[in-house]
């Protein structure tokens, strides 16, 4: 059973700064894509952004130019970083992570982890 563990979300001023980790086991961490989901308050889940297993990235509109997926093979973890936060960012943020075994994929996602943009 492959559990990934967030941590870094909270409340944030407009303008401010947060970043989010998630701990992915060592197993499966070289051979797997990952990415930040969201979900807003009565929205549906959307994609943030994604980083692939070679760190080739891609965000959504709303997060490019503030925020910065990252991975980390020391730390077995994948960060986000973000900056200029707004009361629209206010969502529960989740780490979602593909993994590509030998003969098929599997994936995890995270408990998810609350961040307030607020004044």
């Known amino acids: 059973q492959v559990h990934l563990v967030e941590s870094g979300g909270g409340l944030v001023q407009p303008g401010g700064s947060l970043t989010l980790s998630c701990a992915v086991p060592g197993m499966i961490f070289s051979d797997s894509a990952m990415a930040w989901h969201r979900q807003g308050p009565e929205k549906e889940r959307e994609l943030v952004a994604v980083?692939?297993?070679?760190?080739?990235?891609t965000y959504s509109d709303s997060a490019k130019g503030r925020f910065t997926i990252s991975r980390d093979g020391a730390e077995q973890s994948v960060s986000l970083q973000m900056n200029s936060l707004k009361p629209a960012d206010t969502a529960v943020y989740y780490c979602?992570?593909?993994?590509?075994?030998?003969?098929?994929?599997?994936?995890?996602w995270g408990q998810g982890t609350q961040v307030t943009v607020s004044s």
């Open positions: 979602h992570v593909t993994y590509y075994g030998r003969w098929e994929e599997f994936e995890y």
């Open positions: 980083i692939s297993r070679n760190g080739d990235t």
